[in-house]
């Protein structure tokens, strides 16, 4: 990114997934080191290959994490999302980041960036959105310098969300999760990554938070015809109808994330296309980035 001047290295924990690949990608563009730590061994010749210094360990591992950060300006943790098993949201979202800011102050890390979420509440119903809100708590006391995006749905190329949009759009009838009428304004993964590297090279970013949603607003069902490239007859599924059948099929999914999915998804704070300079992808753009071109995708 043009004007960016990290001149120490920049730590993206949770890198192999898919917001992790792409900033580990548009870093290795501009700053003088990115190291990513992952869980997973199979995951890192593909960071290497995009010129990232790879790490393998458990978040939980403080010796390793603080050996990773030492002698870097930032941290930029992306473990714990939607897709995380049922009940393990607390674990997944509060429990890592608290593991990364305690490394982080050891290691004398000065920044963390972080993705959340609209409607993060410490009061909210939902798990995902409260633990959300707990780890936003936790960035705001630990004090060191930090910067919060509240994204919507991030999509892209290997998108799980999108992929299984797409899949259930595909259907005779389509299905769709919710209602239909709720509005979506999906933001592509690159732009994700672009705000993360500005809001990295951004001076004095204590206690930012940004909103950020695409450029084009969509109700669910309108999503559904657009990946499946024509209108088709719907059928709306309840989270809870959902979550049963996902576990009569013996593939748990979260009712949390369904009814996150089953909510509007808009953005609730300062707008961070304009704070930090990112020119949104409009969604059909990048939709056709994302997926094989189709009917729906066109003019």
Not at 16 to 25: K, Q
Not at 38 to 51: C, K, S
Not at 144 to 157: D, K, N, Q
Not at 220 to 246: C, I, K, N, Q, Y
């Amino acid at each position: 990114m043009l004007g960016y001047h990290r001149p120490v290295p920049v730590v993206v924990t949770g890198a192999s997934g898919l917001v992790g690949r792409h900033l580990v990608a548009a870093l290795a563009g501009v700053a003088s080191e990115v190291r990513a730590y992952v869980r997973r061994r199979e995951a890192a010749p593909p960071l290497r290959a995009l010129g990232a210094k790879v790490a393998v360990g458990e978040i939980g591992d403080a010796e390793t994490l603080e050996v990773v950060l030492r002698g870097a300006h930032t941290v930029c943790h992306l473990v714990g999302g939607l897709a995380s098993e049922p009940g393990a949201y607390e674990r997944e979202i509060v429990g890592t980041l608290r593991a990364v800011v305690e490394a982080a102050a050891s290691a004398r890390v000065a920044r963390v960036l972080y993705l959340s979420y609209p409607g993060a509440a410490p009061g909210a119903a939902n798990p995902y959105l409260r633990a959300k809100a707990r780890a936003e708590e936790l960035l705001a006391g630990c004090g060191l310098e930090f910067a919060v995006i509240r994204c919507t749905h991030v999509y892209g190329p290997g998108s799980r969300w999108l992929d299984e949009t797409r899949r259930m759009a595909a259907r005779r009838p389509s299905l769709v999760v919710g209602p239909g009428t709720q509005t979506l304004a999906p933001v592509f993964v690159e732009d994700v990554a672009g705000a993360l590297v500005a809001a990295d090279d951004r001076a004095g970013a204590v206690g930012s938070m940004w909103g950020l949603e695409g450029p084009d607003r969509v109700t669910a069902d309108e999503l559904a015809d657009l990946v499946a490239g024509r209108r088709r007859p719907r059928f709306h599924l309840s989270p809870r109808t959902v979550a049963r059948m996902s576990r009569m099929a013996r593939r748990p999914v979260s009712e949390a994330m369904l009814e996150v999915l089953a909510a509007d998804s808009l953005t609730d704070a300062p707008d961070a296309a304009s704070a930090l300079g990112v020119v949104r992808t409009p969604l059909r753009d990048g939709l056709a980035r994302s997926l094989a071109p189709g009917p729906g995708l066109e003019g």
